[in-house]
């Protein structure tokens, strides 16, 4: 399949067990936040997305966190499946302040043994 | 199906030679845009397009073109293309959030 990155933060996790993947994000002025996985040779797919009102936001087995103090966007797997195994990365957006060009995180690799 | 396809899936051309990424989507979706994927450096937007004929610079447009005859279409162009557009390319199209990822472009400039 196509590599999407190299020397990628790795996380590597047990079926079954809980997955948190982090993401620090630049800008202070960004409102709006979306997770990706990308699995290789496909293009990112959409997993779960907060707006900068909420602090977290829940979807099937995924939960995302966002800490607007420090920066900082979490991702959170449920009971991780093989097939979870992919690239996950954060993208951030300033959609209150026009802008529509959102800035993407370099991802991190996530590997789950069975 | 609801679905962001790109054409073609790979291509090795040569500097200088005219090529077009095609890029169509089929969720009546305004908004458009490219990207392209490099190790280490992440996605970067090229273009976007907010609609019909209103298209914008992303973060790296030099060296690409783009239009936005029809709602359904945003082509990217490179009109003299350079090793250093060698590159993953995504099309993406999206509704108010959600945005929808093509299949990516493995494009190589020889």
């Known amino acids: 399949g196509e590599s999407v990155g190299l020397h990628l933060p790795t996380l590597s996790v047990q079926e079954g067990d809980n997955s948190i993947i982090n993401c620090a994000y630049s800008n202070s002025a960004s409102d709006y936040f979306i997770w990706y996985k990308q699995e290789s040779g496909k293009g990112p797919q959409f997993i779960i997305d907060i707006r900068s009102n909420m602090d977290k936001r829940q979807g099937q087995r995924v939960t995302v966190l966002l800490n607007k103090t420090v920066k900082h966007l979490s991702l959170q797997i449920a009971a991780t499946q093989p097939g979870d195994s992919a690239v996950y990365f954060c993208a951030e957006s300033n959609i209150g302040g026009g802008s529509y060009i959102p800035t993407f995180g370099r991802g991190t690799s996530l590997i789950v043994h069975p | 199906e609801a679905q962001v396809t790109q054409n073609p899936r790979y291509l090795i051309t040569v500097t200088g030679k005219k090529l077009t990424v095609t890029c169509s989507q089929n969720?009546?979706?305004?908004?458009m845009s490219w990207y392209r994927q490099d190790p280490g450096l992440g996605l970067r937007q090229i273009y976007y397009?907010?609609?019909?004929?209103?298209?914008d610079k992303g973060d790296v447009p030099e060296g690409y073109k783009v239009s936005r005859k029809e709602k359904r279409n945003f082509p990217l162009i490179l009109e003299s293309p350079s090793p250093n557009q060698t590159s993953l390319y995504f099309c993406a199209s999206r509704n108010r959030g959600e945005q929808f990822f093509g299949p990516g472009t493995r494009l190589t400039v020889l």
């Open positions: 397009s907010m609609n019909v004929e209103v298209t």
């Open positions: 969720m009546n979706h305004e908004y």
